[in-house]
């Protein structure tokens, strides 16, 4: 009989430890996964609500054909944020084994060189915090281009849950998009699909306009 207990200890207790272990090693996996795709998650909804911040800016700009310090600023801001977060997300993607196709260097590049301009203009043309000035048919020129550019990226945007069309505006519902891929997973590719289209656009963009990248526009 001891015996007999001895050898059903042997066999089984190894089970249940490797048990043990594999419950363990499961749960670390979903918190691990949690956690990516809460990065993921955010990343994507400071990518979004960049995009939609900038078209109204640019609209509001060749609208009244004058520019604000700080729509400058905040021009420079989300165009840096679009930036890190695309980033981001770009190195989540490649660590993942998401494929994203196109060169996402080009992007990268061009986003800095946008964010640069921006800040060049606010370090060179304004003496005061709240000072605006007229823009030039030169400047009013590169900032149509620059706003044809992020139409595509609105566009892009709108084929996920929160970005919307309100009236004349394009609008970005956070709350509308959390409730949506809150319980989402890493395996959804939206994320991964908006970058694929960002950068789809992007070729699209150079190819109109026989540029070599944006850094040559501006």
């Avoid at 207790?13 to 090693?25: A, D, E, F, G, H």
């Avoid at 009244?64 to 679009?82: A, F, G, M, P, W």
Wanted: net charge positive.
């Amino acid at each position: 009989m001891f015996k007999r207990f001895v050898m059903l200890a042997l066999i089984f207790t190894p089970i249940v430890i490797l048990s043990t272990i594999s419950i363990k090693q499961f749960k670390e996996n979903q918190m691990y996964e949690s956690y990516i795709f809460n990065n993921v998650s955010n990343n994507t909804q400071e990518t979004l609500n960049s995009i939609v911040q900038i078209d109204q800016i640019f609209k509001e700009i060749l609208e009244n054909d004058r520019i604000t310090k700080d729509q400058v600023h905040l021009l420079e801001t989300y165009y840096s944020s679009i930036l890190f977060s695309y980033q981001r997300n770009s190195n989540l993607a490649n660590q993942f084994n998401r494929r994203v196709e196109s060169d996402s260097e080009s992007v990268k590049n061009s986003l800095r060189s946008i964010s640069n301009f921006f800040e060049k203009i606010e370090k060179e043309s304004f003496k005061s915090e709240d000072e605006s000035i007229a823009i030039t048919s030169a400047l009013r020129g590169k900032m149509f281009k620059l706003k044809e550019l992020n139409g595509l990226w609105i566009k892009d945007a709108m084929k996920i849950k929160g970005v919307k069309q309100e009236g004349s505006k394009v609008v970005f519902n956070s709350k509308q998009y959390r409730n949506y891929y809150e319980n989402r997973s890493i395996n959804n590719e939206f994320w991964v699909d908006l970058l694929k289209d960002i950068n789809k656009s992007y070729e699209v963009y150079i190819d109109k306009h026989n540029l070599i990248d944006i850094k040559s526009l501006l």
